[in-house]
């Protein structure tokens, strides 16, 4: 009963970041069919790798017929950040198996990551059952919306157009807020920002994802803790 109710909470917990995604998930599916994958390679792709943003860089550049190493490169500079979630997320989950571990880090998203990191902080027991209730909810959902925008994509002919490209900055942003409270928030995103922002212009994408993070790391490895909690009190 204890499990089925963890399991329960880890799926009401999942619907929110879920449906936030959700869009995101469905301009996946349709970029990709519109860079000449098909429906079926679409598909697999989600079902197999399950990283939206890297997923969307690689289609792209599929699309573009760049060489196989800038495609592996481009996405692993992308991806860096869950470097860092593992890092982050393996004292909360330390108590599982490693077969359930192998699982956890499949499932481990930016939503999935910000859950689990916000019920440990509350004190709370991430146990498997929450942790695989909150994934699966994400997993599925975005497995249906990349089917239905792959579906769809051939009548989509520039996503542009329709500000479909506006979705992933919102996305991210949306996740970046909801650390707002913790402390020295503020001056860690304005160095991820402009540390992002300064390697766009100089190094190019995707390249300014890692080194925007690697800005933001290295602030707070200099910051006390707390300062910045204090300086808003």
């Given at each position: 009963m204890r499990e089925s109710s963890e399991f329960s909470s880890g799926l009401r917990s999942g619907i929110v970041?879920?449906?936030?995604?959700?869009?995101?998930?469905?301009?996946?599916?349709?970029?990709?069919?519109?860079?000449?994958?098909?429906?079926?390679?679409?598909?697999?792709?989600?079902?197999?790798?399950?990283?939206?943003?890297?997923?969307?860089?690689?289609?792209?550049?599929?699309?573009?017929?760049?060489?196989?190493?800038?495609?592996?490169?481009?996405?692993?500079?992308?991806?860096?950040?869950?470097?860092?979630?593992?890092?982050?997320?393996?004292?909360?989950?330390?108590?599982?198996?490693?077969p359930k571990k192998l699982v956890a880090f499949f499932l481990m998203t930016d939503p999935q990551f910000a859950e689990a990191l916000k019920r440990h902080e509350e004190e709370e027991r991430v146990t498997f059952a929450w942790y695989l209730g909150a994934g699966l909810v994400l997993y599925v959902l975005w497995n249906i919306m990349t089917l239905i925008?792959?579906?769809?994509?051939?009548?989509?002919?520039?996503?542009?157009?329709?500000?479909?490209?506006?979705?992933?900055?919102?996305?991210?942003?949306?996740?970046?807020?909801?650390?707002?409270?913790?402390?020295?928030?503020?001056?860690?995103?304005?160095?991820?920002?402009?540390?992002?922002?300064?390697?766009?212009?100089?190094v190019g994408s995707p390249w300014h994802v890692s080194i925007g993070a690697l800005a933001g790391i290295l602030l707070a490895a200099l910051l006390p803790p707390g300062k910045g909690k204090e300086a808003a009190q």
């Open positions: 970041p879920a449906l936030s995604a959700a869009p995101f998930g469905m301009l996946f599916g349709a970029v990709s069919v519109t860079q000449g994958q098909s429906v079926f390679e679409t598909a697999m792709m989600s079902l197999t790798i399950f990283a939206g943003a890297s997923q969307l860089v690689g289609v792209e550049l599929f699309g573009q017929r760049v060489a196989p190493w800038l495609i592996i490169a481009s996405i692993v500079a992308v991806n860096f950040r869950h470097v860092l979630y593992s890092a982050a997320l393996t004292p909360v989950i330390a108590h599982f198996p490693l925008g792959a579906t769809l994509g051939g009548f989509i002919t520039n996503p542009e157009a329709l500000g479909l490209d506006i979705l992933l900055p919102i996305y991210f942003l949306s996740l970046v807020m909801g650390f707002r409270k913790r402390p020295n928030y503020l001056p860690i995103v304005a160095a991820s920002a402009l540390g992002s922002i300064l390697a766009y212009a100089t």
